[in-house]
């Protein structure tokens, strides 16, 4: 029996990926703060006949993710598929944001995804067989006023997902970008982005929506995804107006008082 790491995994997309894999008989290690919610979400799913373990840490914490991944090493707990869906957002500009609320993103966003991408790469690698998505974002194409810290994270999943799924061809490990729009989860109302023009004029997702279509993605061994087609109609866009018109078109859509 095949097992799933998830992170992000109490609500949202990173709920419907757990639910997903339990459905495949997979068993499961789940990671979050929440750790009632864990609980109760281990005691749910456990009951389909699976193994369910659950990390109750903050992995804007680097020793966290470090701890988690030599845990499962010493236990003997090989990861085949790799959900690296934690992640927040910030909407505000740029210098008005407090840096340590700052560097709790870029941890989590980046550093995390970072880490885990290349410590469980390895083990797959080696194993000749692993699947990993991180969940980026139609966000990581253009730069993004006021949730500019944010935007930046998600280009930088983009390119590292891209660029490693390409050094591992013929392994036998597959990496995999998701790129979701507008999804409703408690994403936005974490990042004040409820009002915005974002979420206001763009289409809405589920996240059962974003997840299933993620699933299929990883299952195919595609580099990366965009859900929703008027999300990759917004995408191809950038290629055909100038990068500066694109910048003053994501600020459109970000400020706060669109």
Known sequence: MKTALITGATDGIGLEFAKIFAGHSCNLVLVARNEER?????QELSASGITVDVFPKDLSVQENAEAIYLSLKERGIAVDFLINNAGFGIDAP??????????????????????FTKMFGRDMKARGFGRILNVASIAAFQPGPYMAGYCATKAFILSLSEAVNYELKGSGVHVTALCP?????????????EEVGMSRHLPHASAQEVAAYGYKLLSEGKAMGVYGWLNRLLVFSNR???????????????????
């Open 38 to 42: 864990l609980l109760q979400i281990k």
């Open 240 to 258: 055909l107006v100038p990068r500066k018109v694109s910048t003053f078109l994501s600020a459109r859509l970000l400020k706060g008082d669109s």
């Open 94 to 115: 740029y210098l008005d944001i407090a840096w340590e609320k700052e560097k709790m993103m870029l941890e989590l966003n980046m550093v995390t995804v970072a880490y």
């Open 181 to 193: 729009g507008v999804t409703d989860t408690q994403f936005h109302a974490v990042a004040k982005t």
